[in-house]
């Protein structure tokens, strides 16, 4: 019996597509849904701070990706809500995408991961597999991975 539900979302058209598939397979189930989000920590050295300051250029603000994120949330949220589901929560966190969406769904207790076959990934995710990949090899519960 599928009870909780973590559904990865990072604002990619695969992600969204993923918030209606677990909002669907929760309501059929009266399971309790976590919306997750990762952001990837990316922290400059001082040094190369110092030089983009210097230098006039515009630097990473890690800020923007929190409130990003928020923003993300909300929005899947609305969508969630729409779909009829009550019992959704949202958080994010920062670290190792693939990773912390597996011991998210550890600790939450998930019988399901719902995510994107690609996101908004980078060349490292096509040289590495892939986080929706990642996730399914890590992962103890079941993953749905949607196209």
């Keep these: 019996m599928i009870k ?3 559904i ?9 597509s993923c918030v209606a598939f ?3 397979i929760a309501k059929g189930m009266d399971a309790q849904v976590l919306l997750y989000h990762v952001v990837k920590p990316y922290n400059l050295p001082e040094s190369l701070r110092v030089f983009a300051k210097a230098e006039h250029m515009q630097i990473f603000d890690p800020e923007l990706l929190r409130k990003g994120a928020q923003y993300l949330l909300a929005s899947a949220l609305s969508e969630a809500r ?3 589901l009550k019992d959704v929560e949202i958080e994010t966190d920062e670290g190792p995408i693939a990773r912390s969406i597996v011991e998210r769904a550890n600790s939450f207790k998930a019988d399901m991961i719902v995510i994107g076959s690609r996101g908004m990934g980078d060349l490292e995710g096509v040289l590495r597999g892939g986080v929706s990949h990642r996730v399914e090899t890590l992962a103890k519960c079941p993953v749905l991975i949607i196209k």
């Design 22 to 24: 677990g909002a669907e």
């Design 8 to 16: 990865a979302v990072d604002g990619s058209k695969h992600s969204l």
């Design 4 to 6: 909780k539900i973590l």
């Design 82 to 84: 729409k779909a009829g």
